[in-house]
């Protein structure tokens, strides 16, 4: 057997638990943006409205439309880069909710045939991705208001995002979007639905929470590098890169993963992988293959877990000792790697 990326979906289900737990009474949106952060769009999806899921966030529209095959008419989606007038047409015919973060959008909405769209004014509170600057909200709110009359569109939300690197920095950002929503109130908009925070700022800061918390990495098992462990935050990895003996020779015992399948070669020398005979060091990462000190009684065909769930060092492990992100890792992972199910 070749090496695969083995994803456990009861581990999976048990997260999305926690998490619906850490942030209630706020919702939990499931972010599957990036392919469910590399673990497989579909297959999480389903298993996740299963799990009572109902709120999904992706960056774009065709992710979002995807998402609605897979779930049916009553989850809602929402995307959040929204391209122009055939994107903003298209997330309506799929019946998503339409994250706005660009003034021009607002005018491309008025020309739309078809269905009202489902809008949520993006306030810019500081991270200047996208969203709407402070200085022009009150001219958005307008346009909004006038959309709203028009049946053009209904106001379901206000949303931004936050960096969730330092406490000050989202207090700053949570005091502009709290104007923001009051500046919305004045002119008559009423938000049904408020959200900024994603994981780390949903499960450590109640008042961030509001009515949904966008959670993707926690909901993976993913914790943040150079913060909270898995334990404290009550998630577990999910996914593990799991690689099969191709050869053994003194030099060592050579594994059918390499840097083409997302193993940065940086790590190289760096960690160690669980062999039936204790812990071995991983020497070398090569494009298609990597090379672990040897041990005795190594196979070709023997199983090694390199990293992730059921191996000694999580994405989130590797990733520090690299100075980036658990994410980082995990959406390297490449798509050549069969993810094989467990439940
Ligand atoms: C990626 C993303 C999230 C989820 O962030 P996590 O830290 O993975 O939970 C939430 N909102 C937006 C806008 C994002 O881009």
């Known amino acids: 057997m070749s090496a695969v990326y083995r994803v456990d979906l009861d581990a999976f289900a ?26 497989g769009l579909e ?27 897979v779930v049916g008419p009553h989850a809602r989606i929402f995307v959040w880069l929204v391209g122009g007038v055939d994107d903003l047409a298209a997330g309506v015919a799929a019946d ?33 991705r996208n969203g709407i600057r402070p200085e022009r909200w009150e001219g958005a ?36 979007f709290l104007a923001a929503r009051h500046a919305a109130r004045a002119a008559g908009l009423e938000p049904r639905f408020s959200h900024l925070a994603a994981s780390a700022a949903g499960f450590a800061r109640g008042e961030f929470r509001e009515d949904l918390v966008r959670v993707g990495a926690f909901s993976y098992g993913i914790r943040p590098a150079g913060g909270p462990g898995e334990a404290e935050l009550g998630i577990e990895p999910v996914a593990a890169v ?62 090694i877990v390199v990293f992730g769930r059921g191996a000694l060092h999580t994405a989130t492990d590797l990733a520090e000792m690299i100075d980036t992100i658990g994410e980082e890792i995990a959406l390297r992972v490449s798509p050549s790697l069969a993810r094989v199910y467990t439940a």
Request: hydrophobic share 45%; proline share 3%.
């Open 14 to 39: 048990r997260n999305l638990r926690r998490v619906r737990e850490a942030v209630a009474p706020a919702a939990h949106m499931l972010v599957v943006k990036d392919d469910a952060y590399a673990h």
């Open 43 to 69: 297959v999480l999806v389903r298993r996740a409205w299963e799990e009572g899921v109902r709120w999904f966030g992706a960056f774009d529209v065709a992710t979002g439309a995807a998402v609605r095959a």
């Open 96 to 128: 998503l909710d339409l994250g706005i973060g660009d003034e021009a959008l607002l005018d491309d909405l008025a020309t739309l045939a078809g269905g009202a769209a489902r809008v949520h004014l993006k306030i810019d509170t500081g991270l200047h």
């Open 141 to 176: 709110l307008g346009r909004t208001a006038a959309l709203v009359a028009d049946d053009r569109a209904v106001f379901e939300g206000i949303w931004s995002h936050i960096s969730e690197a330092s406490d000050a920095d989202d207090d700053d950002a949570r005091a502009l």
């Open 242 to 303: 799991v690689a099969s003996v191709t050869a053994v020779d003194p030099g060592g015992v050579h594994l059918d993963v390499g840097s083409l399948h997302g193993l940065p070669s940086t790590l190289s020398g760096r960690f160690d992988v669980a062999t039936p005979a204790g812990p071995r060091r991983v020497e070398v990462i090569g494009a298609t293959e990597t090379v672990v000190a040897p041990w005795d009684d190594a196979r070709t065909g023997d199983q």
